[in-house]
Nanobody
Framework: QVQLVESGGGLVQPGGSLRLSCAAS????????MSWYRQAPGKERELVAV????????NYADSVKGRFTVSRDNAKNTVYLQMNSLETEDTAVYYC?????????WGQGTQVTVSS
């Protein structure tokens, strides 16, 4: 019954913004490190951002530093990815991930397309 459901993707112009959401259920959300990954066609899956289970420590891929912000609301079992100053290179399917030791859960992904 574990579920991670991403939403908020869509088509935006370069320089625009999107906020992705990932709603989690079926596990103790607050105990999991939550991450956003993305995968563009023909490219490997890339870690975009991570927020720790406790303390809210965050890390970002160099390519998105200063533009993306990951946050979480444990009361809502939801993790967010605020994406600003989007670039065409950000086009990808974005996946939500929850990890705790050997446990690793994935969402189905949401498409983000940055195009003029």
């Amino acid at each position: 019954q574990v579920q991670l459901v991403e939403s908020g993707g869509g088509l935006v112009q370069p320089g625009g913004s999107l906020r992705l959401s990932c709603a989690a259920s079926g596990f103790t959300f607050s105990a999991y490190d939550m991450s956003w990954y993305r995968q563009a066609p023909g490219k490997e899956r890339e870690l975009v951002a991570v927020i720790s289970s406790v303390g809210g420590l965050t890390n970002y891929a160099d390519s998105v530093k200063g533009r993306f912000t990951v946050s979480r609301d444990n009361a809502k079992n939801t993790v967010y990815l605020q994406m600003n100053s989007l670039e065409t290179e950000d086009t990808a399917v974005y996946y939500c991930n929850g990890k705790r030791r050997v446990l690793n859960y994935w969402g189905q992904g949401t498409q983000v397309t940055v195009s003029s």
